[in-house]
């Protein structure tokens, strides 16, 4: 249950924002470049896509209601004629402007630092002269605010590198503001990693250039040759990092590789806890669960853990699944536990985003297959939304669909409006104007060599790399009035009082106000790293609109860095507005 108040407010002379949005989607514009990767750049009115560097067509000239791309293609204006493969997406105008990573950032990492700049590591092979090898790179891109409104900053290649290659990594902002990146493997173009290849170490990135301990071994991650085609093992790519509150405000992360699950300290490099497998056995890439830490609420910040749908590890043909279960991980005998089902079937390469009125949305992904390239079809086109605290049998509500498919490399972020930003799907990986299945099919090669896997798209399905980007409007947005937060102040710290002016959806509110912290994090492969959410300890200041509130414990609850602040009555949730934690 969240931490509530009832409270009784008076509205004042300013007016709460008022929008009566239906629920379900609307097409709002064209993403420049295929939405692999998408953030929310902090201080800002805008989000970042991140791809490959294949020619892309998704420019102006996109046709918004069919989806047809663009007759030209979308390139850089400096002469090399180089499509565009890093774009920023002006949330007020829907307007675009080209970014230039200089390296390869195709299916790379991405957490903040504390200033809210965003690290964004490995990558891809080189490509056309211009585009530098990413496996090893660091970049990173700058915060807000925009001087007038207008953003210029661009990527910046870091000069120092990780210090080791690494393909489909996991990036988590530690207590500290340093970024911790895990796993991956050595070599690109992959559905299943090998021993060969295995990358089974962590490292940490430093804003301030600091030299980092050389990469330490996480057991979970290795395995041998043999055992290549054991999928609890081998299945470890996009590794799921969640940081779990702790009394000591260690970094104690709840880490999931294959079907492996345990809670290890990548401060003092030792295990925590070992916890039970993971049902329905592997659940990270190509697997593409769904997982989530669920809101934490003040006081107690207990932590809970979700993963839903995913696929199995049948070969060659992995099955997409329906489950969801969560764990409590710092229980006395931590059990995975059922809860309902995906309501609609199975799901894979599932979206999971926190919304602020506590519920959890589960969007995009394929009911057919598993993560890859070709590997799934029957696109999921209607959302479902978890809430928690309902009872078993009723947690899940469907809500209205889309037309437009959402398979593999699409994404969905929570923006500070508290809609949801949906775009993206290329299972093509690089640029199809057709979305057919290659030749070969369904057989494709992995390593070098013919995959265990084979290719379930079946060969009548069209799924063209698409840049359309919609809105997904949650119910809350079809509220007459929300709140609106009329002051909040610029930094908040750990475990102090702060207080916010806000006023609430009606002159006599009788009811529940909550505020809450959200990171909407930097989002990949069906993966959400750095998402979080926190309900934090509020009480009403006599009887007036100014609220009591107390900053998380420490930064084990939420690291250092710029969050977005919700106050949320009767389940409704104003606009965002961006507060810096602890720095």
Not at 54 to 73: D, Q
Not at 140 to 150: I, K, L, Q, S, V
Not at 558 to 581: A, D, H, K, N
Request: glycine share 10%.
């Amino acid at each position: 249950m969240l931490s509530i108040i009832h409270i009784s407010l008076t509205l004042l002379a300013s007016i709460p924002l008022v929008l009566s949005t239906t629920p379900g989607y609307r097409t709002i514009g064209s993403s420049g470049c295929a939405a692999q990767m998408v953030f929310v750049p902090p201080l800002t009115a805008t989000v970042v896509f991140i791809d490959n560097y294949h020619a892309n067509y998704g420019g102006p000239g996109v046709n918004l209601t069919t989806g047809a791309p663009s007759p030209t293609s979308y390139t850089y204006d400096d002469g090399s004629g180089l499509s565009v493969f890093g774009t920023e997406y002006d949330l007020l105008t829907n307007g675009l402007r080209p970014l230039r990573p200089l390296s390869n950032t195709f299916c790379s990492a991405g957490s903040f630092f504390a200033d809210g700049t965003l690290l964004n590591v490995a990558g891809a092979e080189a490509g056309p002269a211009g585009v530098a090898e990413g496996f090893n790179k660091i970049r990173t891109y700058a915060p807000g605010p925009c001087a007038g409104d207008a953003c210029k900053q661009d990527w910046v290649e870091n000069s120092g590198t990780l210090q080791h290659t690494r393909w489909y990594p996991s990036a988590q902002t530690l207590v500290d503001g340093s970024v911790l990146v895990v796993g991956g493997a050595d070599a690109g173009g992959l559905v299943l990693n090998e021993a060969s290849i295995n990358v089974p170490t962590y490292e940490t990135v430093f804003q301030n250039g600091q030299i980092a301990p050389s990469p330490v071994s996480l057991p979970i991650l290795n395995f041998t040759a043999a055992q290549n085609l054991d999928s609890g093992l081998s299945y470890n790519l996009y590794p799921i990092l969640h940081l779990l509150p702790n009394e000591g405000a260690a970094n104690h992360i709840f880490t999931v590789a294959g079907n492996q699950t345990v809670i290890w300290d990548y401060t003092e490099n030792g295990l925590v806890a070992t916890l039970p497998d993971t049902p329905l056995q592997p659940r990270t890439f190509p697997s593409s669960a769904t997982s989530v830490l669920l809101p934490l609420v003040a006081p107690g910040y207990t932590p809970t853990v979700m993963i839903c749908g995913g696929s199995s590890g049948d070969m060659p043909n992995p099955l997409a699944l329906d489950g969801c279960y969560t764990i409590h991980p710092l229980d006395p005998t931590p059990v995975w536990q059922s809860t309902d089902s995906l309501p609609n079937g199975p799901q894979t390469m599932s979206d999971g985003v926190l919304l602020p009125d506590g519920t959890i949305l589960i969007i995009n992904g394929a009911r057919v297959g598993c993560g890859g390239g070709f590997m799934g079809d029957s696109p999921v086109l209607e959302p479902v939304i978890y809430n928690s605290t309902a009872p078993a049998g009723d947690r899940f509500t469907t809500m209205p669909g889309t037309t437009i498919p959402r398979l593999y490399h699409s994404v969905a972020i929570l923006l500070p409006s508290g809609e949801v930003l949906v775009a993206g799907s290329n299972p093509a990986v690089g640029y199809s104007s057709s979305g057919t299945v290659p030749a070969g099919w369904p057989i494709f090669y992995n390593n070098g060599h013919q995959c265990a896997l084979q290719q379930q798209q079946q060969q009548t399905s069209a799924y063209p790399t698409e840049y359309r980007v919609e809105i997904f409007s949650p119910p809350y947005m079809a509220a007459a009035a929300r709140p609106l937060v009329v002051s909040s102040p610029a930094s908040v710290q750990y475990n102090v009082s702060f207080q916010v002016q806000a006023t609430l959806a009606s002159a006599s509110l009788e009811g529940y106000v909550q505020v809450v912290l959200s990171h909407p994090g930097f989002h990949t492969h069906g993966t959400a790293m750095g998402q979080r959410m926190v309900m934090l300890s509020t009480s009403v200041k006599g009887s007036t609109d100014f609220l009591d509130v107390t900053g998380p414990r420490d930064a084990s609850v939420m690291p250092p860095g710029v969050y977005l602040l919700f106050v949320v009555g009767e389940g409704i949730p104003s606009e965002g507005v961006w507060v810096e934690l602890g720095t």
